[in-house]
């Protein structure tokens, strides 16, 4: 979503993603891709998934490459939904700031209205606590998958 640091994600995010997995591939690695975890933003207690797009990008290109694909954005997203937004801000890097100011960082700022100042809290980066969720879901997933996978895994 910034331009200066976004590929676009209809033609150079999936190049680039296959591109990724060829030269691993060739480097010897085994491949398996990810899509991105959820941001904990929520609207009138919906959460908005504006990653999804990417994580379906991802999906495309694991199948297109014909490497094994967990899909990290739709379980944390299920997750996030069901704990909602006050226990999903646990999962931050910093405490949320000072009341009143969570429904503007919910927001995407605009010239009008910039994102306030904050203590290092925000909905995409993760902190001790949410970086031990996510990873027990990984762990899970990659459980839950067909035994090659495991065997892969393994190996590596």
């Known amino acids: 979503g910034k331009?200066?640091?976004?590929?676009?994600?209809?033609?150079?995010?999936?190049h680039n993603m296959a591109r990724y997995v060829q030269e691993a591939q060739q480097a010897g690695a085994q491949v398996?891709?990810?899509?991105?975890?959820?941001?904990?933003?929520?609207?009138?207690?919906?959460?908005?998934?504006?990653?999804?797009?990417?994580?379906?990008?991802?999906?495309?290109?694991?199948?297109?490459?014909?490497?094994?694909?967990?899909?990290?954005?739709?379980?944390?997203a299920q997750a996030v939904q069901a704990m909602g937004q006050q226990e999903a801000d646990t999962l931050a890097m910093a405490p949320p700031p000072l009341p009143g100011a969570s429904e503007l960082l919910a927001q995407p700022p605009t010239a009008s209205?910039?994102?306030p100042m904050t203590n290092g809290f925000d909905r995409t980066h993760l902190g001790a606590k949410g970086a031990a969720t996510f990873a027990a879901m990984v762990a899970s997933l990659i459980r839950q998958q067909n035994p090659v996978w495991q065997d892969l895994l393994r190996k590596t």
Not at 3 to 14: G, V
């Open 32 to 76: 398996v891709l990810l899509s991105p975890l959820t941001r904990r933003s929520f609207q009138e207690g919906q959460l908005q998934n504006d990653l999804r797009p990417w994580a379906l990008a991802v999906q495309t290109v694991a199948a297109q490459t014909g490497v094994p694909f967990l899909d990290l954005n739709l379980h944390s």
């Open 3 to 14: 331009p200066e640091r976004s590929t676009d994600l209809a033609t150079e995010f999936p």
């Open 113 to 115: 209205t910039p994102r």
